[in-house]
Nanobody, 123 residues
Framework: QVQLVESGGGSVQAGGSLRLSCAAS????????MGWFRQAPEKEREFVAAISWSGGSPYYADSVKGRFTISRDNAKNTVYLQMNSLKPEDTAVYYC?????WGPGVVHGMDYWGTGTLVTVSS
């Protein structure tokens, strides 16, 4: 099992940037595909981005393509989400997730979850 702890959330004005981090502990980090999901108030959780064990072939939601970048550092057991050109509609709790499987199905959910970090974007 893997434990996930997110950090880096906060408040920012529209057009600004934030970088989220997710530190993993437990089983070998490089064994897991990693992802980010988000849940806005009164909305369902949605997929944001995911990255394979090696760091290649990332997936992105259409709503964040070109603005967000997912990356990982297996030596530091950490996955990142660089968020640029933030919009008020990006306001949500962002969750880090992990899964031993990799493929298009990760956009529907992953096996392990962090507790989330709040991102608030003001207009």
């Amino acid at each position: 099992q893997v434990q996930l702890v997110e950090s880096g959330g906060g408040s920012v004005q529209a057009g600004g940037s934030l970088r989220l981090s997710c530190a993993a502990s437990g089983r070998t980090f490089s064994s897991y595909a990693m992802g980010w999901f988000r849940q806005a108030p009164e909305k369902e959780r949605e997929f944001v981005a995911a990255i394979s064990w090696s760091g290649g072939s990332p997936y992105y939601a259409d709503s964040v393509k070109g603005r967000f970048t997912i990356s990982r550092d297996n030596a530091k057991n950490t996955v990142y989400l660089q968020m640029n050109s933030l919009k008020p509609e990006d306001t949500a709790v962002y969750y880090c997730a992990a899964d031993t499987a990799w493929g298009p199905g990760v956009v529907h959910g992953m096996d392990y979850w962090g507790t989330g970090t709040l991102v608030t974007v003001s207009s």
